[in-house]
């Protein structure tokens, strides 16, 4: 005895053997996929961190530089006779942290140049005002010499015109 639908029934279980094999594949490769993609997910976003973390720590450094110079520059007003070395001073430490920008491994480099630059500009304001402010004092010394000078072309004056009426008589 011969089964009668023998073509049927081996094209259905190959059609079965294609199905099963196609969704044995797709769990595979959806197996795949959620093992393999996120050890390379992970691996980006730990570059990243750590991108981000040097940035942190840089943005840190950065800051406490900048505080140090930003004493610096107020000490500037009290200073009398050690302007010129002060002002030296936080010049240098102005261009080691402008050298100490890493040039490739920042997102904003432009942002540390631009704050390195304005307190530059704040330290040349500085040195302007204090040489206004000498212009004024001797302005000043001055003034006060020529208000001296008047009394005593004054007083010249004086004795000169006593000592004219004195020759007159």
């Given at each position: 005895?011969?089964?009668?639908n023998?073509?049927?029934?081996?094209?259905?279980?190959?059609?079965?053997?294609?199905?099963?094999?196609?969704?044995?594949?797709?769990l595979?490769?959806?197996?795949?996929?959620?093992?393999?993609?996120?050890?390379?997910e992970?691996?980006?976003?730990?570059?990243?961190?750590?991108?981000?973390?040097?940035?942190?720590?840089?943005?840190?450094?950065?800051?406490?530089?900048?505080?140090?110079?930003?004493?610096?520059?107020?000490?500037?007003?009290?200073?009398?006779?050690?302007?010129?070395?002060?002002?030296?001073?936080?010049?240098?430490?102005?261009?080691?942290?402008?050298?100490?920008i890493?040039k490739?491994?920042?997102?904003?480099?432009?942002?540390?140049?631009?704050?390195?630059?304005?307190?530059?500009k704040?330290?040349?304001?500085k040195?302007?005002?204090?040489?206004v402010?000498?212009?004024?004092?001797?302005?000043?010394?001055?003034?006060?010499?020529?208000?001296?000078?008047?009394?005593?072309?004054?007083?010249?004056?004086?004795?000169?015109?006593?000592?004219?009426?004195?020759?007159?008589?």
């Amino acid at each position: 005895m011969e089964v009668l639908n023998k073509k049927e029934r081996s094209s259905s279980f190959l059609l079965f053997l294609l199905m099963f094999v196609i969704c044995v594949g797709v769990l595979l490769v959806a197996l795949f996929f959620s093992y393999q993609l996120p050890w390379k997910e992970n691996a980006v976003l730990r570059e990243e961190n750590k991108k981000l973390q040097f940035e942190y720590a840089y943005q840190k450094r950065f800051v406490d530089d900048l505080e140090k110079v930003d004493k610096q520059i107020d000490s500037l007003n009290g200073s009398k006779g050690d302007f010129i070395f002060l002002d030296k001073s936080i010049s240098s430490d102005l261009v080691a942290i402008r050298s100490r920008i890493p040039k490739d491994s920042l997102d904003d480099r432009k942002m540390y140049e631009n704050m390195i630059l304005t307190y530059k500009k704040l330290l040349d304001s500085k040195r302007s005002l204090k040489q206004v402010e000498a212009a004024k004092n001797d302005i000043e010394y001055l003034n006060d010499k020529i208000k001296d000078y008047e009394k005593e072309i004054e007083n010249l004056n004086r004795a000169l015109a006593l000592s004219k009426r004195l020759n007159r008589n």
